[in-house]
């Protein structure tokens, strides 16, 4: 099975067994946040991990992708709120709180938190002993003080330093991806945080860059929400090309990080080439 | 030591840990959520459910005391949002979207969840083989279907029946702490739900009471913002009178579900104690 139906999968069955009995408004938000999904792309990272150690555990693996996306997908429906983003529209839909309203997006992402935890807790039926190291790896990638509502909670900040706005904000939970697939599969996930935490960066340095930048061919004229908005941004902060530099660096650090496992070899490919997605092509040429 | 003096330092240290590196909005918005406290009801029953059943890893038990206050100070945050009862005011001073703005009150409730599920699997380090129960237990009282999400969720649909309103909305987390208070002691969880969830009833029609007739001397002439937001209350289905037979029928069953345990007499003792303030004694002697 490929790694996106097994996600799929992971998420329906978790989403599916939460929603029965459920108030249906909520259970529509839920759903509404969950399906369809993005580009999945922190579970395929927690997955790729997983099978690079050998995925012995192949239902706790699938649970561990799942608790990630779900957490994902909590922080979307939050960050879209009138309060945040006020966002109208997420992956090509009306944002959770314009389809449903603000207060089920609120219980729908809080929810969504809870549900992560217990898909966890359920898949670890298979091996116990893995279930406190994967919740603690997950929970703090969430929480205080550094997970991704500690990143969100930076820009109510008045000042904070760039690099620790990003780990928060993203890095954390793609380090999560990562130390989770390993924990699923018995590895040790302190060797695989710095995978998931330097990838993290260099999405959302490339989520910068975007902003900034959506049309390659207006490079050095940048315009978008982080501008309008004040926020810290790389590409603010150090130009379209200095940017795309830095989102180099970082690719390479996060592929020599990889420590010794059986699918080495295969890990680093598959990186390599998600990590093209990071970037429209041009903007790369154009930047080198 | 006291039950309340095992609690706060069990909350103290929860938030301590978690705040250290923290964004200080984020770590401020917290501890005002959670310190000072209110009555602490759940904790406390949490702890005197643990006593009856020997109380073997009292660390555990204070981890699952401090989780399921926690979890009841993250739905507090939430509930008092703008988008549901606006209030101002909570446990005597502003609330906490009144004091550090809409987004940190969102976030604040968001890190309080996590942190809920992060010192419950602390705790079980000294018993690791009681965390998934434990942990399904109270994920299971705050999520969907049926937990105190789910119950806030009610109030956003059309038609909702009220026992299955009251039973999530605040029965559930009163079961989680009963059935968390013994299985943090090694004893069966299924055995304690019902008191909880009993006594979470009784307790959430006597708050119906209190709303509809807040000074006694004004018994069957209710006001209050259960009739001004048209929201389902015991007191609007049963009338005044009504709803105080009611809450002594559940207080009784509370009792008669106490399974057998060491500590089952004195248990049984404190509870009728402390289930003499959930009213105002004119109200019950006015009803009688």
Same mark, same amino acid.
């Given at each position: 099975?490929?790694?996106?139906?097994?996600?799929?999968?992971?998420?329906?069955?978790?989403?599916?067994?939460?929603?029965?009995?459920?108030?249906?408004?909520?259970?529509? @938000?839920?759903?509404?946040?969950?399906?369809?999904?993005?580009?999945?792309?922190?579970?395929?990272?927690?997955?790729?991990?997983?099978?690079?150690?050998?995925?012995?555990?192949?239902?706790?693996?699938?649970?561990? @992708?799942?608790?990630?996306?779900?957490?994902?997908?909590?922080?979307?429906?939050? &960050?879209?709120?009138?309060?945040?983003?006020? !966002?109208?529209?997420?992956?090509?839909?009306?944002?959770?709180?314009?389809?449903?309203?603000?207060?089920? $997006? +609120?219980?729908?992402?809080? /929810?969504?938190?809870?549900? @992560?935890?217990?898909?966890?807790?359920?898949?670890? !039926? +298979?091996?116990?002993?893995?279930?406190?190291?994967?919740?603690?790896?997950?929970?703090?990638?969430?929480?205080?003080?550094?997970?991704?509502?500690?990143?969100?909670?930076?820009?109510?900040?008045?000042?904070?330093?760039?690099?620790?706005?990003?780990?928060?904000?993203?890095? $954390?939970?793609? /380090?999560?991806?990562?130390?989770?697939?390993?924990?699923?599969?018995?590895?040790?996930?302190?060797?695989?945080?710095?995978?998931?935490?330097?990838?993290?960066?260099?999405?959302?340095?490339?989520?910068?860059?975007?902003?900034?930048?959506? &049309?390659?061919?207006?490079?050095?004229?940048? +315009?978008?929400?982080?501008?309008?908005?004040?926020?810290?941004?790389?590409?603010?902060?150090?130009?379209?090309?200095?940017?795309?530099?830095?989102?180099?660096?970082?690719?390479?650090?996060?592929?020599?990080?990889?420590?010794?496992?059986?699918?080495?070899?295969?890990?680093?490919?598959?990186?390599?080439?998600?990590?093209?997605?990071?970037?429209?092509?041009?903007?790369?040429?154009?930047?080198?």
């Amino acid at each position: 099975m490929d790694a996106l139906t097994r996600i799929e999968q992971a998420l329906t069955a978790a989403v599916t067994a939460a929603a029965a009995g459920c108030p249906p408004g909520l259970a529509a @938000a839920v759903r509404h946040a969950v399906f369809p999904g993005g580009a999945r792309i922190r579970p395929r990272l927690c997955l790729s991990v997983a099978l690079a150690c050998g995925d012995d555990r192949p239902s706790l693996t699938d649970a561990a @992708a799942a608790a990630i996306e779900l957490l994902h997908c909590a922080s979307l429906v939050h &960050d879209d709120l009138p309060c945040f983003d006020d !966002a109208a529209f997420r992956r090509g839909k009306p944002s959770v709180h314009r389809a449903f309203g603000e207060r089920l $997006a +609120v219980l729908g992402g809080d /929810a969504l938190i809870v549900l @992560a935890f217990e898909t966890l807790t359920h898949g670890a !039926a +298979v091996a116990p002993d893995r279930l406190p190291t994967l919740l603690l790896t997950v929970a703090r990638s969430v929480g205080m003080p550094s997970g991704i509502v500690a990143g969100q909670a930076w820009e109510c900040e008045s000042s904070v330093e760039l690099t620790e706005y990003h780990r928060a904000k993203t890095g $954390a939970l793609f /380090a999560a991806a990562t130390a989770a697939g390993a924990a699923a599969a018995g590895a040790d996930p302190a060797l695989w945080g710095e995978l998931g935490a330097r990838l993290g960066e260099a999405y959302q340095v490339a989520d910068d860059i975007r902003d900034a930048a959506a &049309d390659p061919a207006e490079l050095g004229k940048p +315009v978008g929400r982080d501008f309008a908005l004040d926020r810290r941004s790389a590409a603010r902060e150090f130009g379209i090309a200095g940017a795309v530099q830095r989102l180099e660096r970082l690719l390479a650090e996060a592929v020599d990080s990889i420590p010794p496992c059986p699918g080495g070899a295969a890990l680093r490919a598959s990186i390599m080439a998600e990590s093209q997605r990071f970037l429209p092509k041009g903007l790369v040429r154009a930047a080198a």
